[in-house]
């Protein structure tokens, strides 16, 4: 479902049509209750291409069954998807769809207990940046909602996920999107099974049209009770590369005895390997805007800081103790493994193909350009320049006011 609402903003100045913007609001998933790790799929409808928007949010909810039921009590992963057709078939006549992870979450622990006093919250909520997912939240759209939980009865999560598309413009169009890697369960730490086997090098055509871009890494770190606990209490350093350019950074969320969604009844003040309990998965944007290649094709990577696992039960020299394990025996604890969405995300301008000042793209410069610059000024946007040629009517060289008044 649909909703349009009106947001005015004040304004020093007042003109017909200006300060003032709407915003869609997309009810997807409607306390839709989880109590199984299978994926609940469905078809929304979402605005369509032709609107223009400066902005996309999803916030996803997470409630508690009444009467009867309750929250599984226990940090589950969590990940909403994109299944996104791309209007071609398969050797069998089927449709192909290319699976677009847009948000990671971990769910909480108990939330309805009492601790120390204090209540639970009950409920937690987590708001997204979904603007770079523009070009697969349109028209008809099929989302994957997914929770590893295994309650099988009325216990569970009620899921709530609302996108709120803001009017307005970007001068940067993000039109592509390409899954690097992609893999629900990779360990780590194992020589007779490399991470390295499927963490190969990926090479990507750069389209001519695109002028900026940016790696999306969302990886978190799973397992524990090996050495140095890990993956999911171990620090270990990431890289990732665009040819000969790199980027490191510790997959570690040292804050989440700051989650807004406390208190909880478990460890969930611990630091982690790029989560916490009760949170979003924040991913890590690197711009690859410096290097990128237009016309060419580019080579991207990743690499893992070095670690072995001596808690295994391969390992001929498996004590069974620390520091080989923290604790249990060889090969007891779940084995230590990343959960890995890496994409990449291509942005050109929108100012490409345009006639010059034709905002509205109605063939033809005139006062509904006009007064969509008038809009955009008295709203800050600061993509304006690209038409300063059209919107300078009194050669000032700048486009504000005194140009349509």
Known sequence: MILRCVVFFVSLFTLPAAGMRDFFIVNTFNEEFVNWATPHVQTFEFPSPELSFSSIELVITLACPSDSGDCDPWDRLGHITVLHEIGETDTAGSQVTIPYEIARFITPYDITGEWDGEPGPGACSWSLDMTAYESILRDSVTLSLYISTWMGNNNGWLITADFIFTEGF????????????????????????????????????????????????????????????????????????????????????????????????????????????????????????????????????????????????????????????????????????????????????????????????????????????????????????????????????????????
Not at 213 to 227: A, M, P
Not at 359 to 368: A, P, Q
Request: net charge negative; charged share 20%; aromatic share 12%.
């Open 170 to 405: 970007n001068l940067a169009e993000p039109y592509r999107i390409v899954n690097l890697y992609r893999t629900g369960y990779l360990e780590i730490g194992n020589p007779d099974n490399p991470a390295e086997n499927f963490l190969v090098p990926r090479p990507v055509w750069i389209d001519t049209e695109a002028d900026s871009g940016y790696l999306r890494v969302v990886t978190t770190g799973h397992g524990f009770g090996n050495t140095d606990n890990a993956a999911e209490f171990s620090y270990l350093h990431h890289t990732v590369k665009a040819d000969d350019a790199e980027y490191t950074w510790p997959l570690w969320r040292p804050d989440c005895a700051q989650n807004e969604c406390s208190p909880q009844g478990g460890t969930w003040i611990y630091p982690r390997a790029g989560w916490c309990p009760g949170d979003k998965v924040t991913p890590t944007d690197w711009s690859i805007a410096p290097v990128i290649s237009p016309g060419d094709t580019m080579v991207f990577d990743y690499d893992l800081e070095d670690y072995f696992n001596c808690c295994r039960t391969s390992n001929p020299d498996c004590t069974g103790a620390p520091p080989c394990c923290v604790y249990n025996g060889c090969g007891e604890n779940s084995m230590p493994n990343y959960v890995m969405s890496v994409q990449l995300i291509l942005f050109r301008s929108r100012c490409q193909g345009w006639v010059q000042g034709d905002l509205n793209r109605d063939n033809g410069k005139d006062i509904f350009d006009l007064l969509m610059i008038a809009d955009m000024v008295l709203d800050g946007e600061s993509a304006i320049p690209c038409y300063n040629y059209a919107g300078d009517m009194n050669g000032n060289g700048m486009v504000d006011l005194s140009d349509v008044i």
